[in-house]
Protein backbone atom coordinates (compact mmCIF):
# COMPACT_ATOMS: atom_id res chain seq x y z
CA UNK A 1 0.00 0.00 0.00
CA UNK A 2 1.41 3.76 -1.06
CA UNK A 3 1.97 5.71 1.51
CA UNK A 4 -0.57 8.46 1.93
CA UNK A 5 -0.22 12.25 0.95
CA UNK A 6 0.79 14.32 3.77
CA UNK A 7 -0.78 17.26 2.50
CA UNK A 8 -4.34 17.12 0.69
CA UNK A 9 -6.22 18.99 -1.94
CA UNK A 10 -8.21 20.53 1.45
CA UNK A 11 -5.28 21.66 2.46
CA UNK A 12 -4.04 23.03 -1.38
CA UNK A 13 -7.71 25.39 -0.89
CA UNK A 14 -6.95 26.28 2.30
CA UNK A 15 -3.36 27.86 1.20
CA UNK A 16 -4.91 29.13 -1.84
CA UNK A 17 -7.39 31.23 -0.21
CA UNK A 18 -4.36 32.52 2.40
CA UNK A 19 -2.39 33.03 -0.26
CA UNK A 20 -5.33 35.34 -1.85
CA UNK A 21 -6.20 37.27 1.03
CA UNK A 22 -2.43 38.04 1.63
CA UNK A 23 -2.66 40.17 -1.69
CA UNK A 24 -5.80 41.42 -0.91
CA UNK A 25 -4.36 42.83 2.58
CA UNK A 26 -0.52 43.59 1.73
CA UNK A 27 -0.13 43.55 -2.33
CA UNK A 28 1.36 40.75 -4.26
CA UNK A 29 5.14 41.72 -3.52
CA UNK A 30 3.94 40.88 0.19
CA UNK A 31 3.04 37.30 -0.15
CA UNK A 32 5.53 35.17 1.93
CA UNK A 33 5.21 30.92 2.23
CA UNK A 34 5.55 31.23 5.59
CA UNK A 35 3.31 34.06 6.07
CA UNK A 36 0.57 32.20 4.10
CA UNK A 37 1.46 28.25 5.77
CA UNK A 38 1.28 30.73 9.26
CA UNK A 39 -2.41 31.23 8.44
CA UNK A 40 -3.55 28.44 7.88
CA UNK A 41 -1.80 26.76 10.80
CA UNK A 42 0.80 24.60 8.82
CA UNK A 43 3.86 24.46 7.84
CA UNK A 44 6.38 26.12 5.14
CA UNK A 45 6.95 21.96 3.87
CA UNK A 46 2.79 21.63 2.99
CA UNK A 47 3.52 24.54 0.45
CA UNK A 48 6.87 23.46 -0.75
CA UNK A 49 4.81 20.10 -0.69
CA UNK A 50 1.81 20.99 -2.50
CA UNK A 51 3.20 24.22 -5.33
CA UNK A 52 7.00 23.67 -5.23
CA UNK A 53 7.77 27.50 -4.99
CA UNK A 54 6.30 31.16 -4.14
CA UNK A 55 6.54 31.09 -7.87
CA UNK A 56 4.32 27.94 -7.97
CA UNK A 57 2.14 28.74 -5.09
CA UNK A 58 1.13 32.45 -7.00
CA UNK A 59 0.49 30.59 -10.41
CA UNK A 60 -1.62 28.14 -9.17
CA UNK A 61 -3.37 31.16 -7.73
CA UNK A 62 -3.92 32.67 -11.27
CA UNK A 63 -4.92 29.30 -12.94
CA UNK A 64 -7.18 28.91 -9.82
CA UNK A 65 -8.59 32.23 -11.05
CA UNK A 66 -9.49 31.44 -14.77
CA UNK A 67 -10.94 28.42 -13.55
CA UNK A 68 -13.05 30.30 -10.95
CA UNK A 69 -14.22 32.64 -14.55
CA UNK A 70 -14.58 29.44 -16.66
CA UNK A 71 -16.53 27.54 -14.01
CA UNK A 72 -19.09 30.93 -13.42
CA UNK A 73 -19.54 31.41 -17.66
CA UNK A 74 -20.25 27.37 -17.93
CA UNK A 75 -22.73 27.24 -14.89
CA UNK A 76 -24.81 30.20 -16.96
CA UNK A 77 -28.40 28.54 -18.48
CA UNK A 78 -27.98 28.33 -22.46
CA UNK A 79 -31.51 30.27 -23.86
CA UNK A 80 -32.66 31.09 -27.21
CA UNK A 81 -31.13 34.46 -26.87
CA UNK A 82 -27.26 33.95 -27.46
CA UNK A 83 -27.15 37.96 -27.40
CA UNK A 84 -28.65 38.07 -23.66
CA UNK A 85 -25.93 35.28 -22.54
CA UNK A 86 -23.58 36.84 -23.81
CA UNK A 87 -24.28 39.93 -21.85
CA UNK A 88 -24.44 36.94 -18.79
CA UNK A 89 -21.28 35.83 -19.20
CA UNK A 90 -19.69 39.27 -18.85
CA UNK A 91 -21.73 39.99 -15.15
CA UNK A 92 -19.76 36.89 -14.48
CA UNK A 93 -16.34 38.26 -15.17
CA UNK A 94 -17.61 41.77 -13.21
CA UNK A 95 -18.81 39.36 -9.84
CA UNK A 96 -15.72 37.82 -10.46
CA UNK A 97 -13.77 40.75 -9.95
CA UNK A 98 -15.57 42.26 -7.42
CA UNK A 99 -15.13 39.32 -5.31
CA UNK A 100 -11.70 38.56 -5.73
CA UNK A 101 -10.34 41.60 -6.84
CA UNK A 102 -6.13 40.92 -5.95
CA UNK A 103 -7.14 37.68 -8.58
CA UNK A 104 -8.65 39.93 -11.18
CA UNK A 105 -5.07 42.42 -10.30
CA UNK A 106 -2.65 39.61 -10.48
CA UNK A 107 -3.75 38.01 -13.92
CA UNK A 108 -5.10 41.20 -15.79
CA UNK A 109 -2.91 43.97 -13.95
CA UNK A 110 0.43 42.18 -13.83
CA UNK A 111 2.87 44.02 -16.08
CA UNK A 112 5.75 42.00 -15.73
CA UNK A 113 3.87 38.62 -16.32
CA UNK A 114 0.23 39.16 -18.43
CA UNK A 115 -2.15 36.98 -17.63
CA UNK A 116 0.79 34.58 -16.48
CA UNK A 117 2.04 33.75 -19.90
CA UNK A 118 4.88 32.52 -18.29
CA UNK A 119 3.69 29.62 -16.41
CA UNK A 120 2.25 26.76 -18.20
CA UNK A 121 -0.75 25.79 -15.95
CA UNK A 122 -1.82 29.35 -15.70
CA UNK A 123 -2.53 29.49 -19.72
CA UNK A 124 -3.69 26.22 -20.37
CA UNK A 125 -6.50 27.45 -17.37
CA UNK A 126 -6.65 30.79 -18.95
CA UNK A 127 -7.05 29.11 -22.77
CA UNK A 128 -9.84 27.06 -21.20
CA UNK A 129 -12.13 29.97 -19.75
CA UNK A 130 -11.38 31.68 -23.11
CA UNK A 131 -12.85 28.99 -25.02
CA UNK A 132 -15.99 29.30 -22.92
CA UNK A 133 -16.54 33.00 -23.64
CA UNK A 134 -15.45 32.40 -27.38
CA UNK A 135 -18.17 28.97 -27.48
CA UNK A 136 -20.72 31.97 -26.60
CA UNK A 137 -19.11 34.33 -29.24
CA UNK A 138 -20.10 31.56 -31.86
CA UNK A 139 -23.39 30.91 -30.83
CA UNK A 140 -23.89 34.81 -31.52
CA UNK A 141 -22.22 34.32 -34.67
CA UNK A 142 -24.32 30.99 -35.58
CA UNK A 143 -27.45 33.06 -35.04
CA UNK A 144 -26.52 35.44 -37.99
CA UNK A 145 -25.91 38.28 -35.03
CA UNK A 146 -22.22 39.38 -35.66
CA UNK A 147 -22.90 41.04 -39.00
CA UNK A 148 -19.11 41.26 -40.21
CA UNK A 149 -17.38 41.43 -37.49
CA UNK A 150 -15.34 37.51 -36.83
CA UNK A 151 -16.25 35.73 -33.88
CA UNK A 152 -12.45 35.68 -33.02
CA UNK A 153 -11.98 40.16 -32.85
CA UNK A 154 -15.28 40.18 -31.54
CA UNK A 155 -14.44 38.23 -28.62
CA UNK A 156 -10.86 40.62 -28.10
CA UNK A 157 -13.64 43.25 -28.26
CA UNK A 158 -15.78 41.76 -25.27
CA UNK A 159 -12.70 41.07 -23.31
CA UNK A 160 -11.49 44.65 -23.48
CA UNK A 161 -14.67 46.34 -22.35
CA UNK A 162 -15.04 43.57 -19.41
CA UNK A 163 -11.22 44.68 -18.29
CA UNK A 164 -11.97 48.55 -18.86
CA UNK A 165 -15.25 47.89 -16.61
CA UNK A 166 -14.14 45.99 -14.22
CA UNK A 167 -10.66 48.21 -13.62
CA UNK A 168 -12.94 51.17 -13.22
CA UNK A 169 -15.07 49.56 -10.65
CA UNK A 170 -12.06 48.63 -8.91
CA UNK A 171 -10.77 51.71 -8.80
CA UNK A 172 -13.59 53.20 -6.78
CA UNK A 173 -13.71 56.54 -9.41
CA UNK A 174 -16.95 58.19 -9.41
CA UNK A 175 -17.41 56.57 -13.59
CA UNK A 176 -19.14 53.52 -11.95
CA UNK A 177 -21.21 54.10 -7.93
CA UNK A 178 -20.99 51.54 -6.52
CA UNK A 179 -25.22 51.14 -6.32
CA UNK A 180 -25.26 51.43 -10.11
CA UNK A 181 -22.13 49.07 -11.47
CA UNK A 182 -24.66 46.00 -13.06
CA UNK A 183 -26.73 48.37 -14.55
CA UNK A 184 -23.81 50.52 -16.50
CA UNK A 185 -22.45 47.33 -17.41
CA UNK A 186 -25.70 45.37 -18.17
CA UNK A 187 -25.53 49.05 -21.05
CA UNK A 188 -22.48 48.95 -22.18
CA UNK A 189 -22.36 44.97 -22.63
CA UNK A 190 -25.46 45.92 -24.46
CA UNK A 191 -24.68 48.64 -26.52
CA UNK A 192 -21.43 46.70 -27.83
CA UNK A 193 -23.27 43.30 -28.54
CA UNK A 194 -25.96 45.98 -31.02
CA UNK A 195 -22.74 47.23 -32.51
CA UNK A 196 -21.24 43.98 -33.18
CA UNK A 197 -24.58 42.68 -34.53
CA UNK A 198 -24.65 46.07 -37.38
CA UNK A 199 -24.17 44.74 -40.53
Known amino acids: MGRPREHDEHTAR ?6 EHAIQRDGPE ?25 QGLVAAL ?20 PDDDLIEAGLVIRRFA ?27 ASARALDVLKAKMARLAAAGLLGTTGADEATVHFR ?8 LE ?14 LWR ?12 P
Open 170 to 183: LGGTSAIPADDGER
Open 14 to 19: ALLKAA
Open 62 to 81: AAHAFDLLRTGMEQLPETSA
Open 98 to 124: LEHPSLFRIVFRNTADPFMRSQLMVRS
Open 160 to 167: ALCDGLAG
Open 187 to 198: AGLRALVRGLTT
Open 30 to 54: AISIRGVASDVGTTTRAVYSLFGSK
